[in-house]
C-alpha cells in the first residue's frame, strides 16, 4: 500500500507555504559616550536613567526586510551626564508567501522581539565595558506596543504603525 500523506517535496517555485525566518542580526551602529569621566566614579546616588527606542523597518529585497531596533540611553546625575549610548541593532528577515497585511505586524512587533535580548546584551557589555554597572534593559512587550501604535493610528492619526517609546 503506498503512503499517500503529501508530504513529497514540491518542485522548485512550487513551495508556497509562508515561511519567516531570520538571515542575520547585527549591530549598525553603536556609540557610547563616557564626558565626565573619571570624576564620574566618584559621584554619590543612582544616576537617573532614561531609555528610549523606535523601530524601523526597511525592505531590502523582495523577500528580505532589515529590521533596525534603536536604542538610546542616558544617565544622568545632578543634571550631568554619566554615560550615554546610543545603539542600532539589525535584522534581517526573509519573509516569504505572508499575507500583506501579517507583514507589517511581524515586522513592527515580532522581529524586534527575537532581536531584543541580543541588543540587550550589546548595551549591557558596552555600559560595563565604560566602567559601570551593567545595565539590563527590562523585557519590552512589542506585540502591546504595536497594538497600541495600530489603535492609534486608527484614531486618526494616519501614519503606519512605528513603534516609539519610552521604558
Known amino acids: 500500500m503506498a503512503d499517500e500523506t503529501g508530504n513529497e517535496p514540491l518542485a522548485n517555485g512550487e513551495d508556497t507555504a509562508p515561511a519567516v ?3 542575520s542580526q547585527y549591530v549598525k551602529d553603536l556609540s557610547f559616550e563616557n564626558p565626565n569621566a573619571p570624576a564620574v566614579f566618584q559621584w554619590q546616588g543612582q544616576p537617573q536613567i532614561d531609555v528610549q527606542f523606535n523601530i524601523g523597518a526597511n525592505q531590502i529585497a523582495d523577500d528580505v526586510h532589515e529590521v533596525v531596533l534603536k536604542i538610546d540611553v542616558r544617565a544622568t546625575s545632578a ?9 542600532a541593532y539589525a535584522g534581517l528577515f526573509g519573509i516569504r508567501n505572508v499575507p500583506e497585511d501579517q507583514i507589517q505586524p511581524f515586522l513592527f512587533a515580532e522581529a524586534p522581539r527575537l532581536v531584543f535580548p541580543f ?6 557589555d558596552s555600559v560595563r565595558d565604560g566602567g559601570f554597572p551593567p545595565l539590563l ?31
Open 21 to 23: 525566518g531570520l538571515i
Open 79 to 87: 543634571d550631568k551626564v554619566a554615560f550615554q549610548v546610543e545603539l
Open 119 to 124: 541588543a540587550r546584551r550589546v548595551l549591557a
Open 137 to 167: 534593559l527590562e523585557p519590552i512587550d512589542f506585540g502591546a506596543l504595536y497594538m497600541q501604535q495600530a489603535l492609534a493610528n486608527a484614531e486618526g492619526q494616519g501614519a503606519a504603525p512605528a513603534a516609539e517609546g519610552n521604558a
